[in-house]
């Protein structure tokens, strides 16, 4: 793996926005997104690392990670369902079929865990024993393996409003969804879920829990959009040291973006007022767990796209003819 001095050194010139000549640039927390003629949209995948909702630093090769990953998970999902992915121009971009979101996201949860407001473990450690419209029962430690995983639906709350907490009736009760399309698209994240352990078992680790999104083709069928069982939007724990550490009553190692959030925890924040600044060395340590995760998962060695990722790009959007 490229060492982190290296990583180090890249901060400064990692990718935080694109100004590409194509029209009708919008920004995420993470992508920006241009439109494209034939219904298709460019998406570059920046290094911008955000979490408490806000963007706090650039990570080198984050962006070109959660692109390559995101497309290689679509790979290993697609005879469960189509996606969105036309072609990928380079380590950074994807070109997309655009699509009308369905604004509900679609968390599946393997685990009891989590701190934020959303999370299991957060309202059972409140005492609500009904959480999503699922009954849980008394005696659940932290962590806890659930019989199966369930899905606990929120609302899209986009770029400034909140998500809100759904059950799965309530998907089509509040007119999100029709019944059949829910149905569609619980069963289709229920298969990616499973899909996604089976692969993450035999890397040596447990997809605990993730966010999908889908959305609706112009042809009316649901597909898959987004990025999939990344660290972005997915945990992963270390599988062989969780039952130890799960007896001891200790956290498992994680490999996704939570040691951010303890990092921050540590200095007494938690997404309240400005950030406090973090040392470089937290960066690119993101840098290596990113890159770690995507050989694990893939098996494939992570080949660092050339840097200035803008450049480049705009190289492969004109011999793809993206661009002229
Ligand atoms: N094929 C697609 N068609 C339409 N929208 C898409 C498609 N794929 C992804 N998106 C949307 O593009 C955006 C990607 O940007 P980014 O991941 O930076 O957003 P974000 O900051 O996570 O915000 P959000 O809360 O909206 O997801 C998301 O809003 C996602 O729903
Ligand atoms: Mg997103």
């Known amino acids: 793996m490229i060492s982190r001095n290296e990583l180090l050194k890249l901060i400064p010139s990692a990718l935080d926005d694109t100004n590409l000549p194509l029209a009708g640039r919008e920004q995420g927390k993470v992508r920006d997104w241009y439109d494209l003629p034939d219904g298709q949209r460019l998406i570059v995948t920046t290094d911008r690392l955000s979490a408490f909702d806000r963007i706090l630093a650039r990570a080198p090769y984050k962006g070109q990670v959660l692109n390559q990953l995101s497309a290689w998970w679509f790979e290993q999902t697609q005879d469960i369902i189509p996606n969105h992915i036309i072609s990928i121009p380079d380590p950074n ?18 685990y009891i865990t989590g701190v934020t407001s959303t999370a299991l473990w957060y309202r059972y450690s409140l005492g609500e024993r009904n959480i999503y419209g699922y009954d849980f029962p008394e005696g659940l430690r932290k962590n806890a393996v659930l019989p199966e995983p369930i899905i606990t639906p929120t609302t899209k709350g986009g770029v400034t409003g909140h998500d809100e907490r759904l059950t799965c009736a309530e998907v089509v009760e509040k007119d999100l969804l029709d019944q059949q399309t829910w149905d569609q698209v619980q069963s289709a994240a229920l298969a990616i879920f499973k899909r996604g352990q089976e692969i993450a078992n035999k890397a040596g680790m447990i997809l605990v829990d993730t966010k999908y999104e889908f959305g609706r083709a112009a042809d009316g069928s649901v597909v898959l959009i987004d990025e999939v069982h990344t660290p972005d939007s997915s945990r992963f724990w270390k599988a062989d040291s969780y039952e130890a550490r799960f007896s001891a009553g200790e956290d498992p190692e994680n490999f996704d973006k939570e040691f951010v959030r303890i990092a921050y925890a540590e200095k007494g924040y938690r997404g309240d007022g400005d950030a406090p600044s973090m040392p470089e060395e937290l960066w690119a340590s993101a840098s290596e767990r ?19 990722v803008e450049e480049r790009l705009i190289r492969n959007l004109k011999r793809e003819g993206v661009m002229s």
């Not at 990113?290 to 200035?308: A, H, K, R, S």
């Open 290 to 308: 990113y890159i770690t995760i995507y050989e694990l998962l893939t098996g494939q060695v992570f080949e660092v796209g050339e840097y200035p």
């Open 93 to 110: 971009a994807a070109i997309v079929q655009t699509v009308a979101p369905i604004l509900v996201e679609v968390i599946v949860r393997g």
